[in-house]
Nanobody
Framework: QVQLVESGGGLVQAGGSLRLSCAAS????????MGWYRQAPGKQRELVATITNTGFIRYADSVKGRFTISRDDAKNTIYLQMNGLKPEDTAVYYC?????????WGQGTQVTVSS
């Protein structure tokens, strides 16, 4: 089992920045993918960004150039630096870790961007 704990959400004005963190604990395997998804009210959950243990990164087109994902394997933690936030970025952001064929999800953290 893997536990994921997210932090860093909050309320910010349009154009502002936030940094999300997600710390993994439990049965950690070296080969994995971690990332962020988000779900806005009335919408499906969508991919934001992912990063593999080898450093391969993928972003949704809507966040390219504004968001940066990174990881610190010594801390089993990933980060999402979000700059230039827009009201349409408002959503609950979920951390995900995929390893050994299993998906693990965090509880989610709310990000609200006011116009």
């Amino acid at each position: 089992q893997v536990q994921l704990v997210e932090s860093g959400g909050g309320l910010v004005q349009a154009g502002g920045s936030l940094r999300l963190s997600c710390a993994a604990s439990g049965s950690i395997f070296a080969i994995n993918v971690m990332g962020w998804y988000r779900q806005a009210p009335g919408k499906q959950r969508e991919l934001v960004a992912t990063i593999t243990n080898t450093g391969f990164i993928r972003y949704a087109d809507s966040v390219k150039g504004r968001f940066t994902i990174s990881r610190d394997d010594a801390k089993n933690t990933i980060y999402l630096q979000m700059n230039g936030l827009k009201p349409e970025d408002t959503a609950v952001y979920y951390c995900i870790r995929v390893q050994e064929g299993y998906d693990y999800w965090g509880q989610g953290t709310q990000v609200t961007v006011s116009s």
